[in-house]
């Protein structure tokens, strides 16, 4: 019996999730955005690769998404998350600078351009990133979801998001990111804290009204979910 570790099971995991959500993707194309899912995609793979364990899933992402610039010119994006507008692209040195033209310098330009103008976040990442430092990728996408609670949660005094303790920000973050009710079980894994450590930081989310217990008290709750109080995040 050949025994994998975690890694290669996790690739095993991506690969055939990339492959159904590609699958899927093309069904649902036509024109231009289907021959451009057509097309060479292993930049956008190299994208998902390195998502892939921030997100978990490939839910509310679209790949070769459209946009029309104020000029009327389509723009196609590597990938999009259509909830949290963000604008995830793989550039090539080759494509995107060693040959770059002027024409096209301009033209990338006027693509951030757009993105802003939409409201739209963008964060691009060249292969070499994607191949060399997956993992420090990965954290600028944790530290941006993290910012999405720079406005302020409506509670009380108006709490702040960065007001509050860091392990209530982890909390919220991870609960957000799985985007389904939790288990303490759970809480602690996310956290790395001991259960009754743990159930501190979920008696304070209660008690600013961001997290509520799904049945029973907090000792007998089986789950727990983010609030409506829990929208700054968003």
């Known amino acids: 019996m050949v025994m994998r570790n975690r890694d290669e099971d996790r690739m095993v995991g991506f690969e055939e999730a990339f492959e159904a959500f590609l699958a899927e993707q093309r069904r649902n194309a036509t024109g231009m955005r289907l021959e451009m899912l057509n097309k060479d995609l292993t930049g956008t793979k190299k994208l998902l690769e390195m998502l892939w364990p921030v997100l978990g899933s490939f839910e509310d992402l679209i790949l070769e998404y459209e946009v029309t610039s104020l000029s009327g010119v389509k723009i196609y ?14 550039d090539g040195f080759v494509v995107h600078a060693e040959k770059i033209t002027r024409d096209r310098f301009s033209f990338e330009r006027m693509r951030v351009r757009t993105f802003m ?10 292969w070499d990133e994607l191949d060399k430092k997956p993992d420090a990728c990965r954290r600028s996408v ?26 209530e920000r982890e909390l919220i973050r991870c609960a957000w990111l799985h985007n389904r009710p939790f288990g ?15 159930r501190l930081v979920i008696r304070s989310l209660i008690s600013r009204g961001i997290l509520q217990g799904i049945g029973g008290s907090l000792r007998r709750a089986h789950l727990f979910q983010l609030t409506e109080l829990a929208g700054g995040l968003r």
Request: overall charge negative.
């Open 142 to 167: 944790y530290e941006m979801l993290g910012r999405f609670g720079n406005g302020r949660i409506a509670h009380g005094g108006g709490l702040g998001w960065m007001e509050l303790p860091v392990y």
């Open 184 to 198: 303490m079980k759970e809480a602690c894994e996310w956290l790395q804290l001991k259960d009754d450590t743990a």
């Open 117 to 126: 103008n939409l409201g739209c976040r963008y964060m691009p990442f060249s």
């Open 77 to 90: 994006v590597d990938v999009f998350h259509r909830v949290w507008r963000i604008v995830f692209e793989a």
